[in-house]
């Protein structure tokens, strides 16, 4: 998908956060560590947050956790190679406990933003200098 205008690539990612809000009522939005969690809570998304990195627990008991909780998982990885190789990692271990494992929120995301930015945490810096060129 392209788009001709910032201000239409502003309304596109507005558009994806709203996305993984309404699809994490009843979920949860799995993050790679806090900065990633914070970067999207300051863009108002307001959701259950799961950290994959740096909480304590092997990725598995983390998938574990996550499967007792909820039905659905937003898979908001950076998207770069270590993001990638979470998702390969992580979505079939998800799948394999019943949980619907969302990656389409973090691809639209990336193809927005994959020019200028890579991962979660810069997703706001982006945002307000997408805004800026209106």
């Keep these: 998908m392209r ?9 596109l ?10 699809d994490t009522q009843e979920g949860v939005v799995l993050v790679e560590g806090r900065r990633d969690e914070a970067a999207l809570e300051g863009l108002g998304v307001e959701a259950e947050f ?4 740096g909480n304590g627990r092997r990725l598995v008991e983390s998938v574990e956790h996550v499967s007792r909780r909820y ?9 770069d190679r270590q993001g ?23 691809q639209r995301l ?3 933003t994959a020019k200028d930015i890579h991962d979660v945490e810069s997703l706001a810096t982006h945002r307000q200098n997408v805004r800026r060129e209106i």
């Design 84 to 106: 990638d190789e979470l998702v390969d990692e992580v979505k079939p271990m998800l799948e394999s406990y019943g949980v619907t494992a969302k990656t389409v929120h973090r």
């Design 3 to 11: 788009w001709d205008t910032p201000g239409e690539r502003l309304r």
């Design 110 to 112: 990336r193809n927005l």
């Design 13 to 22: 990612i507005d558009r994806v956060l709203e996305e993984i809000e309404r």
């Design 71 to 79: 039905e659905t998982a937003v898979l908001m990885t950076d998207w």
């Design 50 to 53: 799961v950290r994959l990195c």
